[in-house]
């Protein structure tokens, strides 16, 4: 009877590491992709307006900021600095977005990595990590 429960226990095992290094196989065969889709991955936006026109990459760090020539004839510096600033959070915040949607595609649904780039939340990043180490798994 034991015998068989352990033949049960090594079978569930196996399933279960098939599975995980299924997944592994997955997500280190994509990664060059990753990368190179994460190094050319560009976000646009413009101002309301269209006066302000920001680029950003995949970490939404800025790339370029163009200005129209029409902003200057109100000569406003507060309104144009105001408008900048709102223009590149946007594109950022967009291509925080689509980072995440791009790295879901490649990682375990519920992937702690996942989330991170949605909260930030180095804690819970590292929270599974410390739960396995503790648990010596």
């Known amino acids: ?61 800025l790339i370029t900021v163009e200005v129209s020539p029409a902003v200057f004839h109100d000569r406003d510096a507060r309104a144009l600095s105001r408008k900048i600033t709102e223009t590149v959070l946007r594109a950022s915040a967009s291509a925080t977005t689509a980072t995440r949607e791009l790295v879901a595609g490649y990682l375990p649904p519920g992937s702690p990595s996942v989330e991170f780039l949605h909260t930030h939340d180095f804690g819970a990043l590292l929270g599974r990590a410390d ?7």
């Open 1 to 61: 009877m034991a015998e068989s429960a352990d033949r049960d226990a090594n079978r569930a095992l196996r399933t279960r590491f098939d599975e995980v290094y299924g997944q592994y196989q997955r997500l280190r065969s994509g990664l060059e992709e990753l990368q190179s889709k994460l190094a050319e991955l560009r976000v646009t936006e413009r101002s309301d307006d269209g006066q302000v026109t920001a680029v950003v990459g995949a970490r939404g760090e």
């Open 131 to 137: 739960a396995v180490l503790s648990r010596g798994d």
